[in-house]
T-cell receptor
């Protein structure tokens, strides 16, 4: 599958800080998604993006589908301890194919 | 409640043994997937199935086998040919036409002794 480069690899922040992470690829995707995985669990979908330039929010989370269709970013505002986990970006070329996942950004939040 | 169930959650096996991981969903999803997760490696696709009695290899299918005899079930067998089987295995399902929106099980952690 196509490679997704996700950064940063890990983040260690204080409660209340904003967080930004991104995902880039050399390939074009028609769908970008962001998932969160908590320890010992499976990932859970946070946000799905279907159009280039699309900006979508889910509570304190905001994600954007890059205009080139080769990147996406996720912002978390005013972080709280329960934001801890691994955040994965994922890209999909077209329906009928499987998702390609980035390697994840591990987020730690201290009270 | 609707969901996707993986079992067992933890599994130990000796080298040279085959082991089968179960994945069942009652979400009426057509598509099902198996991913392998290693620390720092993200999720890598092993096999996926878009419809009953059909499945495709993913990026790391060697040493694994699957079947899709029923819509609800997509078991994964880790064979003795898999050289490094110790990992966290995740099963997922999704609706056709709802691109990329997958529902994951809680995972199965396999340790080879």
């Amino acid at each position: 599958g196509q490679q997704l480069n996700q950064s940063p690899q890990s983040m260690f922040i204080q409660e209340g800080e904003d967080v930004s992470m991104n995902c880039t690829s050399s390939s074009i995707f028609n769908t970008w998604l962001w998932y969160k995985q908590e320890p010992g669990e499976g990932p859970v979908l946070l946000i799905a993006l279907y159009k280039a330039g699309e900006l979508t929010s889910n509570g304190r989370l905001t994600a954007q589908f890059g205009i080139t269709r080769k990147d996406s970013f996720l912002n978390i505002s005013a972080s709280i301890p329960s934001d801890v986990g691994i955040y994965f970006c994922a890209g999909l070329v077209n329906s009928g194919y499987a998702l390609n996942f980035g390697k994840g950004t591990s987020l730690l939040v201290t009270p | 409640d609707g969901g996707i169930t993986q079992s067992p959650k933890y599994l130990f096996r000796k080298e040279g043994q085959n082991v089968t991981l179960s994945c069942e969903q009652n979400l009426n999803h057509d598509a099902m997937y198996w991913y392998r997760q290693d620390p720092g490696q993200g999720l890598r696709l092993i096999y996926y199935s878009q419809i009953v009695n059909d499945f495709q290899k993913g990026d790391i299918a060697e040493g694994y086998s699957v079947s899709r005899e029923k819509k609800e079930s997509f078991p994964l067998t880790v064979t003795s040919a898999q050289k490094n089987p110790t990992a966290f295995y995740l099963c997922a399902s999704g609706r056709q036409g709802v691109n990329g929106e997958l529902f994951f099980g809680e995972g199965s952690r396999l340790t080879v002794l």
